[in-house]
């Protein structure tokens, strides 16, 4: 990133008021994509996951069950930062309906509480509201061995909720 200095500080420099750390995009063919995380992608390799890349730059691994169902997990490639800590957050979606009502997330609730890590999120998705388990960790904690026990730990929780609440469907 190149770098400006006056009266004693050092700031990003603007190109047309957009700060240059604003633009991480990388064109590729016709459509564009944010850059990847290289230490979750090392770490995934690392592993022996397989992943693609999917439109926002996230990695979507596609996880097949002795049950014989599947399962997507999703890392995303940005990270939060605390503390000076690089949060990671590792998600598979389990429930999609237009809307979730309060009973269901009274179920998710519930269920979070007698987890190791991670928890339910609900969010807004273009489809309707979808429930995902989610585990957020900072980078420097995971070594290949731990994050492919923590991805499998998210898939099986999910699934299992999914397998629930959907018994006849395996939707994601």
């Known amino acids: 990133m190149a770098l400006a200095e006056g009266r004693g500080t ?5 190109y047309h008021g ?11 063919g016709e459509r ?3 850059a990847q995380n290289s230490k979750v992608q090392d770490l995934l390799n690392q592993a022996g996951l397989q992943y693609t890349v999917d439109k926002d730059g996230d990695y979507k691994l596609i996880f097949r069950l002795r049950s014989g169902r599947t399962q997507v997990l999703f890392i995303n490639s940005t990270v939060e930062v ?19 009502d309060e009973e269901m997330l009274k179920r998710l609730l519930l269920d979070s509480g007698g987890r190791k890590i991670g928890a339910w999120e609900v969010a ?3 489809r309707g509201k979808v429930a995902a388990f989610k585990v957020k960790l900072p980078l ?3 070594t290949p061995s731990f ?6 730990g998210v898939v099986s929780t ?10 006849n469907s395996d939707d994601f």
């Open 140 to 142: 420097t904690s995971l």
């Open 18 to 28: 957009i700060s240059w750390a604003c633009i991480v995009l990388i064109l590729v």
């Open 10 to 14: 050092v700031r990003p420099m603007k």
């Open 32 to 34: 564009i994509v944010w």
């Open 147 to 152: 994050l492919r026990a923590v991805c499998e």
């Open 158 to 167: 999910a699934d299992e909720m999914e397998n629930k609440l959907s018994p």
């Open 124 to 126: 807004s998705s273009p």
């Open 82 to 100: 605390m503390a000076g800590e690089s949060i990671i957050e590792i998600w598979s979606p389990s429930y999609l309906q237009p809307e979730i």
